[in-house]
């Protein structure tokens, strides 16, 4: 009898094991992945590079950026831990994660505010054509998303067009919110685009600063760039 029920448990094991979907095998695969990342992860990362930010956090900079799965941290510094505040949801919009930038701006104080829009953007290719037939939640997310044309998904320029008008859109929008840190000289807000699919011609995976506190004027984005150069041995010195 208990030969023949645990052979009854053996088959029903079988058969979950077998009964997986593709999806969920799938799922099984990433988290092993991720599983394995981590622990190199946690390997190669000793308790002096955890203890320094173990219980506070000091980033430098608020970071709003799209949840696309091609736009990272890795593609704007090599060490963002405690460095970046990521936000980030599909657009890089202000309006969908206010309290977040709000948080990072006003609780962390961080001098920078970065709004990083980028090539391809799906967000952008659907805000900017026909979305009715979207989710409720989509909908909503992608309509606070304001472009001042409509754009061909195929367009790669179209497309990365839009993508700058949204960022200097959410730019003029935390100008609003953040005016009176502006006005104290506590806060930059930064609009840039990072290019991976190199629509700009300035090189494949480049970060474009496109709006600095609502300047979009090329050669005045020029001569801040040239005078943040000055600037870099601080910025690293108050890191450490
Ligand atoms: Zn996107």
Not at 204 to 209: D, F, N, S
Request: proline share 2%; net charge negative.
């Amino acid at each position: 009898m208990l030969k023949y029920l645990l052979g009854l448990i053996c088959l029903a094991f079988s058969q979950l094991a077998t009964a997986d979907s593709n999806e969920i095998a799938q799922a099984k695969n990433v988290i092993d992945t991720i599983l394995h990342d981590n622990n190199a992860f946690a390997k190669h990362h000793k308790h002096q590079y955890f203890e320094r930010f173990a219980k506070s956090q000091h980033p430098r900079a608020t970071v709003v950026t799209c949840a696309d799965s091609r736009v990272h941290d890795q593609a704007l510094e090599h060490d963002p831990d405690n460095d970046l505040f990521i936000v980030r949801n599909i657009g890089n919009q202000i309006t969908t994660a206010e309290g977040s930038v709000e948080y990072g701006v006003h609780h962390l104080h961080t001098p920078l505010l970065l709004i990083v829009g980028h090539s391809a953007c799906g967000a952008i290719k659907a805000a900017g054509g026909d979305y009715k037939n979207e989710s409720v939640a989509i909908k909503r997310e992608l309509s606070t998303i304001k472009l001042s044309h409509a754009i061909s998904p195929e367009d790669e320029r179209e497309v990365l067009n839009g993508v700058m008008d949204n960022v200097n859109y959410q730019v003029n929008l935390a100008q609003k919110k953040f005016d009176l840190e502006l006005k104290q000289g506590h806060l930059v807000i930064i609009g840039a685009v990072y290019d991976f699919t190199n629509v700009l011609s300035h090189g494949e995976g480049k970060l474009t600063i496109t709006n600095i506190n609502g300047d979009t004027n090329p050669k005045h984005i020029r001569e801040f760039i040239r005078s943040t150069e000055h600037h870099r041995p601080i910025l690293k010195q108050q890191k450490s």
